[in-house]
């Protein structure tokens, strides 16, 4: 699995998780899915993905990542 295909991974499951917390224990838990969105608009004006940074130096996935995460 390639760098970006684990961000990917990640970001999709994270939103499935926080969609779930809202409907299962509190209305609040939206606000990661937010944070999760605009995280995402965000890394791709500035290529800048910390989930990818993280991925990286944990040695997830292999690849450059270019399309996210090159610091």
Do not use: E
Not at 6 to 34: D, E, K, Q
Not at 50 to 56: R, S
């Amino acid at each position: 699995m390639t760098l970006d295909n684990a961000v990917r991974a990640f970001a999709g499951t994270m939103v499935l998780i926080s969609v779930a917390l809202t409907y299962f224990v509190h209305p609040y838990f939206v606000w990661l899915t937010v944070f999760i969105g605009f995280n995402l608009i965000q890394s791709s004006f500035t290529g800048i993905c910390p989930a990818a940074m993280v991925m990286k130096k944990l040695g997830i996935g292999r690849g450059d990542g270019a399309s996210c995460g090159r610091g």
